[in-house]
């Protein structure tokens, strides 16, 4: 009975590890704040209607054409103007960026060969 009550506990995160996740949290963070940064100063300066003008003009008038411009432009500025990204970490200790799956255990290891 005494073994039932026993839970195992479980392992706890690296050093390494925390700080990974924490920078990775905090650039998160900062990304989305810098995209509804962008938001906001499209509307507030009217570049919203200059977008949807290039946008409707590429499109030869034809409107589902135009939203996925408009989007598309939009996805591409905040993707010049973006912080983070979820496919890459930059590993610090390395001075190198690698695909989040290929690294190992967060900052400070190289990629291992599979």
Known sequence: MSN????????TDSPEARRYNRIRRWLGIADFLLG???LLVLLATGWNGTLR????????E???VAV???VLML???GKLLGLA???TVFDWNAATIC???SCARGFGTKPKDF
Do not use: E, N, R, V
């Open 36 to 38: 509804l940064f962008l």
């Open 62 to 64: 034809h409107y589902a």
């Open 68 to 70: 996925f411009l408009y």
């Open 75 to 77: 996805m591409l500025i």
């Open 4 to 11: 039932a009550l026993q839970t195992a506990s479980a392992p």
């Open 99 to 101: 695909p989040i799956k």
């Open 53 to 60: 003008d290039i946008a409707m003009h590429g499109a030869y």
């Open 85 to 87: 990204s979820t496919s």
